[in-house]
């Protein structure tokens, strides 16, 4: 078989079952088959037009659920801009997708070398997921987990994340004999 990846950078992710475990709104355990509903249908799965411009709200809200503390506005204006003019099908289906993602099989066959990097604050995909992830992977590289980095990491620490994949893509350049 021949191979057409060499190498893989897995960045904020998750492995499966991400409604249970998202951090947006922390619910006990009688309230999880409702949270799973809301969050499928109302959040992920959700084909409601966004604003299109900013409002305080918005903001808000967009800097709560994707970034750490540490974002700047203007990062966080980027993501709300790219949010907003993506259209709700595209939205909803992938949100759908994700909601039914389930890697738990995929990733020990995963068998190139393989960073994975995760924000802290992930409310998201938090960093538990990570850890699993990287626990499973044949090839783990190396694990990364960002302090007061939240969903956004390649916008929130672009400088680890370019450092991350500068490091894979020297693994896999093929070397000609002098």
Do not use: W
């Not at 060499?6 to 499966?16: E, F």
């Amino acid at each position: 078989m021949e191979r057409h990846v060499k190498a893989a950078a897995l960045l904020n992710t998750g492995v499966g079952d991400l409604i249970a475990e998202h951090l947006l709104v922390p619910l006990p355990g009688i309230a999880q088959a409702l949270n799973r509903v809301i969050a499928r249908r109302g959040f992920l799965g959700s084909r409601a037009p966004l604003p299109r411009y900013s409002t305080p709200l918005s903001y808000a809200a967009i800097r709560y659920i994707a970034f750490g503390p540490d974002a700047s506005p203007a990062q966080v204006a980027f993501f709300e801009r790219m949010l907003v003019t993506c259209p709700p099908q595209v939205r909803a289906d992938i949100g759908i997708a994700m909601s039914e993602m389930d890697l738990h099989d995929a990733l020990p066959r995963l068998t190139v070398p393989t960073i994975v990097i995760a924000g802290a604050e992930d409310k998201l995909t938090p960093p538990s997921h990570a850890r699993r992830i990287a626990e499973m992977l044949p090839q783990l590289r190396r694990l990364t987990v960002l302090e007061d980095a939240g969903h956004m990491t390649p916008l929130e620490r672009p400088d680890v994340v370019i450092d991350a994949l500068a490091e894979l893509a020297s693994l896999t350049t093929d070397r000609v004999p002098a």
